[in-house]
């Protein structure tokens, strides 16, 4: 993200990174966790390739709202 952004670019910005990095198919956020301004979610969902995969997403709580970190593809799932 960049700090001179306004939040529709931000959201563009991360929508795009998501895109990238996470399952693109029905995902759904199963659980997570909130430590101070620091949230983790677990994303659920399908890959484009039709692997259902699960991700983590680290966001960080900005002046604005949520902003999108980091995200890992930890595993896939039955």
Request: aromatic share 8%; net charge negative; glycine share 8%.
């Amino acid at each position: 993200m960049k700090d001179y952004n306004d939040d529709k670019a931000n959201l563009s910005e991360t929508t795009t990174i998501l895109d990238l990095w996470l399952p693109v198919k029905d995902p759904a956020i199963t659980r997570g966790t909130l430590t101070g301004e620091v949230a983790v979610l677990a994303i659920e969902g399908t890959m484009a390739s039709g692997v259902k995969a699960l991700s983590l997403v680290r966001m960080i709580k900005g002046p604005s709202g949520w902003l999108f970190d980091q995200a890992w593809m930890v595993g896939w799932l039955d």
